[in-house]
């Protein structure tokens, strides 16, 4: 609402030009007679061509493609004891948020599915000024220090001859990078896991990554983690799918965030927070600061204090997606920064990066950006200044009648920010503390939470990835990084690549460090329901009319967004001669846009369509949901499924063949446990 005012009305009446000159024609330049050449004096093709030139922005460095929403966080109860930040003090009192999501190496025009880790950044508009939790998908990062942000995204991004590949990792310069920086194997752990192949924007966790510091009025400090878990549970894509759904739909995640949002399906997140006592800084077998670990929630349960919606999407991807600016240095009274030298040097980069790529000092002005709060700063002119300011612009001063004045520290409750008075001794040394060296007990904690199909999934990211690796010197090492994890997932990895397993003991574990966090595996992470879940209803003429509709209207019953997929648009004829609606030719979608599929009684003449078969033998092969009912088996049949009732994730009706309500509550089940990837 506070930016109602920012926004353009849809122009009603007559074409101008920026000077609000009102134009005869905007389809012809000015010649000189009927064919010659362009006048120079056609200042409205000057302007129109100018303002095109200048459409495009840089793009961010990193995170360039995204998808934005707004909507409103609330918390469950106040958080005063620990914080006296504004948005965590009232139960249910909203505080505006915007979050764009995106991926990190490709560029904006690149696929939504691509293997990559997801940012997840939250603009809260509170009222004591505005704060931004610019957060990942997973809880950890590459890299322990800022110095060797730009190395990595160097070796990440598409490598400078050809610039290939486009939103991938699996290139020479990414595991070359990360071969000789062991400190990053903990999170290759996380993106060479489903982690990193989301099924949606709206079925991720985030995590704040860093250890940050909560202060409440009386200046008392709480370290904390910050982590977001998805009320629709979270839930991946396999890799064929990812890899398919990139073609068949490169807007894949932005489109599911877009449409759920404009359908009323609001997606949502609960705020969790695991709080460690200062006095507790150093029980650890890891560093608190160290943002290559993270704390088993066994050792620190995590603690759900709000939830955040979203509920609106934006108007104009440029100027609210686009043009978002987030900063980790956005903090508020009642938050506070650690020594963590990763955030540190965040701290000063996302300001200089938003300077270049949003042209200049004065992108707080932009209306996504404005804070709710009135700003009153002596700062003054600079480019794409947007406001006539009167009077002074310093401190201290009488003429403007001391206006702006500061408010003095110890005012922490009232919105006044103060550092916090953190004491801190030492010599300027550069050089990685001792307490960060442990590389590979998370790593290898992460790697035994994993369920058997994911640790298959993680062997077979590896294979991948370095598969595409000419340089063997280069896959040797990594193997023998991944050694000190596993000595089996080195062997495995090594196998498939064709490399010898370099002879290396296994990293010895830190003492203390838990072998397993159950926590960390996606199947401790699943939703409950089907809401939003797309299931293809597989239709022809003859199909069984009364059955699909029973089956269709139970899902829809259930929230789950179900399509009718048949050889053609429009209708097909039932059984009974009645028309069924068809909402997508077969030859028009795809299966890797649905998470389940039905046969209906009556499907079996698709047994003869190639796309109806190649739909359900992907979705057979990306471990869907699948529901097979009557003559539906002898699709199923030609799709692969020769077994229907012994294939995990695979519904047939009892052997009276009734679809009863028993069955359609076991098809709900099965869409609920989302993919059956042990099949
Ligand atoms: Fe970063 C963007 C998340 C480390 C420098 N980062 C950016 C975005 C997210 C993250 C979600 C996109 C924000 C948006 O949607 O506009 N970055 C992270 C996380 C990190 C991290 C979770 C580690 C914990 N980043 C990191 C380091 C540096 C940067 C260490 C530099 C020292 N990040 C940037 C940047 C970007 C950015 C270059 C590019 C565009 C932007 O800031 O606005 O400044």
Redesign the pocket.
Known sequence: MALDAHRAPHPRGALTTDQGVAVDDTDNSLHLGERGPTLLADFQLREKLTRFDHERIPE?????R?A?AYGFFEPYESLAEYTCADFLQEPGRRTPVFV???T?QGPRGSADTVRD?R???TKFYTRHGNYDL???NMP??F?QD?????D??HAVKPEPPNEIPTGASAHDTFWDFCSLQPESTHMLMWVMSDRAIPRSYRMMQG????TFRLVNAEGRGTFVKFHWRPKLGVACQVWDEAQLAAGRDPDFHRRDLWEAIASGAYPEWELGVQLIPEEHEFAFPFDLLD?TKLVPEELVPVRPVGRMVLDRNPQNFFAETEQ?????ANIVPGIDFTNDP??Q??N???L???LL?LGGPNFAQLPVNRPLTEVRTNHRDGQGQQLIQPGTSYSPNSVGGGCPFTMGGGRLAEGVFEHYQERVDGQAIRRRSASFADHYSQAAMFWHSMADWEQEHITAAFAFELGHVGDRAVRRRMVGNLVRVDAELAAEVARRIGEPVPEQEAAAPAPEVPRISPALSLAALGGSGISTRSVAVLACDGVDGAQLSAGRDWLAAQDAAVAVLAPHGGEVSDRAGDGVPVDRALSATASVLHDAVLLPDGTGALAEDPDAVRFVAEALRHGKPIAVLGSGRELARAAGLADPQDTPGVAVPAPDGQADADFWRHVTHLIEQHRFPQR
């Open positions: 961010r460095v990193v995170h360039a995204g934005g764009r999501f995106s990190v880790v940012g997840f950044a610019v957060g990942n950890v990062f890299i800022a110095a060797k942000f730009p990595f995204v995590f704040g990554v860093h943002p978002v600016a987030f900063h980790t990763l955030l040097g965040r000063f980069s996302y200089d990066t938003q790529r």
